[in-house]
Each structure stands twice: as C-alpha cells, then as structure tokens.
C-alpha cells in the first residue's frame, strides 16, 4: 500500500477504499511550474494530492490568468470531479507550484464509490465545501481589498503552500498570477517593504509578517 496515501488519506477514508484506491490509482509526479491540467482539457480522472503544492488558475480569452486557490496535499480539486461526472472540458489551469505527487483515478470509479463509501461522499462533499470557501474568498479579495492588501495576501498565501517565507519569484510572474501590471507590483512591493512587512532582495521577496 502507498504510504503516502495512508498517511495523508487513511483518517477519512476506510481501509477497503484505501486499498481499492492503491490497486486502481495511477501515481504521478510533476516538477514546478508544470502544467498539470490545461484549460478546454477533457478531464478523465481526479487527483488525490501527496505531496507539494498546485496553482489553479483561471484564465480569460486573451490568455491572462488569476488564481483562484491552492491545493495542497491531502487535497483534491472538485472543479475536476464536475468536469468528469459532466463531461465537459476544464474551466481552470492547474499548474505545479512545488514538486508535486498526486494519484490519478479513473472517473468511472467517483460515482460508484459515491454509493459504495460513506467516507469517499463526505471527503466529496466537503472538499466542494472547502473550493466554494476558497472561491468565496478570492472573490472578497477582488471586490474589497486594496491591491496592496491584495499582494500582501497573495504572498503570505504563497509562503505558506511553499513552506518557506522567502519566495523566489519574479514581479512579472505576480503581476501575472494577480491580473495587474508589472509596473504596479513593483510599486506595491516596494510600499509593502517601507511598511516592513517584507524584504526585497535581487531574486526573491521575504515575507516579513505571516
């Protein structure tokens, strides 16, 4: 049995499923900033996350993105489990912010086991309970903070799924990820480093206040 997999599932889902999960499910691994899921994808499976960090992202017709939410291990991504139990293409990105390892599983087996374990529906129902929060948030974010406070969260977020508080990133890539221009990162960097709430170095930005 993958140990992984017992270790970052074993607590919500029953040991049959476990098992059944460990026979049928296909282990992947990506390195960082690979795109794992592209944008009008069919997708055939769903992810159950190991190890690392993914991005998703939403991305208009002109090819701009914004994130949405992360997912980390112990996660999975339900904006892919309704795409597989509808059919349709992915509305979404989802690209590797670490290294990342992930269980692929086929989406014929998502329904059935919505019947078949009491566990797997309330893993399904609360990981949708968990993105709408996310979403949610994203939303408050984009309505009601100031673009400062914005990137301060964005990179207090990143931090975090990245476990360390020294990113190292460009100001093009936030720029990028927040759906503004480099121009006014690099301005609001430089207020969030008078404030003292981070530190700017040559390649990498240190999150002071997490």
């Not at 282990?27 to 055939?44: E, H, L, R």
């Not at 904006?79 to 509808?86: A, E, I, N, R, V």
Request: hydrophobic letters at 40%; a negative charge.
């Amino acid at each position: 049995m993958n140990i992984d997999l017992q270790t970052n599932f074993g607590y919500l889902l029953e040991e049959d499923l476990i098992k059944e999960i460990s026979k049928i499910g296909v282990q992947k691994s990506f390195t960082a900033d690979s795109i794992i899921i592209q944008k009008g994808d069919y997708i055939k499976s769903m992810p159950l996350l190991l190890s690392g960090a993914i991005k998703i992202l939403r991305e208009d017709e002109n090819g701009e993105e914004l994130v949405l939410y992360y997912l980390e291990k112990g996660d999975t991504c339900a904006m892919t489990l309704s795409c597989c139990m509808g059919q349709t293409k992915s509305k979404i990105r989802a690209v590797a912010e670490t290294d990342v390892s992930l269980i692929m599983l086929p989406k014929e087996k998502m329904t059935e086991w919505l019947s078949a374990y009491k566990s797997w529906q309330s893993f399904i129902l609360q990981s949708y309970h968990n993105r709408v929060e996310e979403l949610l948030e994203a939303i408050d974010t984009i309505a009601f903070l100031r673009m400062d406070e914005r990137l301060f969260k964005y990179l207090k977020d990143k931090a975090m799924v990245n476990q360390n508080d020294e990113l190292t990133t460009t100001h093009k890539e936030i720029a990028e990820d927040l759906h503004t221009s480099r121009v006014v990162v690099s301005r609001l960097l430089k207020k969030l480093e008078n404030d003292g709430k981070i530190q700017l170095y040559r390649n990498s930005i240190k999150v002071l206040e997490l």
